[in-house]
């Protein structure tokens, strides 16, 4: 099955520096690629996602590029605040019969004021 | 906007007794899906549903787990006997296809279970 590696497992930033997390995967025919923040008591919620067929998507803040020679794909957050705390997790799309959504163990994200 | 309800929010259970969350997904939305997240990881697929059938529940505990979706509207998982290993965060989700093609998935807020 697919397995999604990320990395880093925490990352601290200061306000208005960029944050970058990376996630790896081991399935070529893996084609879509979500990223998920989960606020603290909160479920995961989808903050933008990225088709196998684009190499970069970009929403205000927010990007992510995609490598699939390399098998890697990452989350560019620029100018953080420190509402934007919070666990990120990558995930990859396997489409085999009802397609399976695999999540990497999550980036601990905390910017200081 | 829609949200995926999930009740309880906390459960405290004793280990050798049942359990039983709830899921109400967003209207519409044929494919539900439950997932559980251990502390400090990423959230792992037990059970997913299109409509009232099971397509896929590979990776869930028959022994002990069960999973139903009766009308293909809300959905149960239940826990008889919990063991001290399950517990963990339960989080119910429900898709629909997005403009990738792809299913887009909604969290509920789930539901957190600890084990005595």
């Known amino acids: 099955g697919e397995n999604v590696e990320q990395h880093p497992s925490t990352l601290s930033v200061q306000e208005g520096d960029s944050a970058v997390i990376k996630c790896t995967y081991s399935?070529?025919?893996?084609?879509?690629f979500p990223w998920y923040k989960q606020e603290l008591g909160k479920g995961p919620q989808l903050i933008i996602d990225i088709r196998s067929n684009v190499g970069e998507k970009k929403d205000q803040r927010i990007a992510v590029t995609l490598n699939k020679t390399a098998k890697h794909f990452s989350l560019h957050i620029t100018e953080t605040q420190p509402e934007d705390s919070a666990v990120y997790f990558c995930?990859?799309?396997?489409?085999?019969?009802?397609?399976?959504?695999?999540f990497g163990k999550g980036t601990m994200l905390l910017v200081s004021p | 906007e829609a949200e995926v309800a999930q009740s309880p929010r906390y459960k405290i259970t004793e280990k050798s007794q049942a359990v039983a969350f709830w899921c109400d997904p967003i209207?519409?939305?044929?494919?539900l899906y439950w997932y559980r997240q251990i502390l400090g990881q990423g959230p792992e697929l037990l059970v997913q549903?299109?409509?009232?059938?099971?397509?896929?529940d590979s990776q869930l505990p028959k022994d002990r787990f069960s999973a139903e979706r009766l009308k293909g509207v809300d959905s149960t998982l239940k826990i008889q006997p919990a063991e001290l290993g399950d517990s963990a965060m339960y989080l119910c989700?429900?898709?629909?296809?997005?403009?990738?093609?792809?299913?887009?998935?909604?969290f509920g807020a789930g539901s957190r279970l600890t084990v005595l």
């Open positions: 995930a990859a799309l396997t489409p085999s019969g009802y397609s399976t959504l695999t």
């Open positions: 399935d070529s025919a893996s084609n879509y």
């Open positions: 989700a429900s898709g629909e296809r997005g403009p990738s093609g792809a299913n887009v998935l909604t």
């Open positions: 209207s519409g939305h044929a494919t």
């Open positions: 549903f299109q409509d009232e059938s099971v397509v896929d």
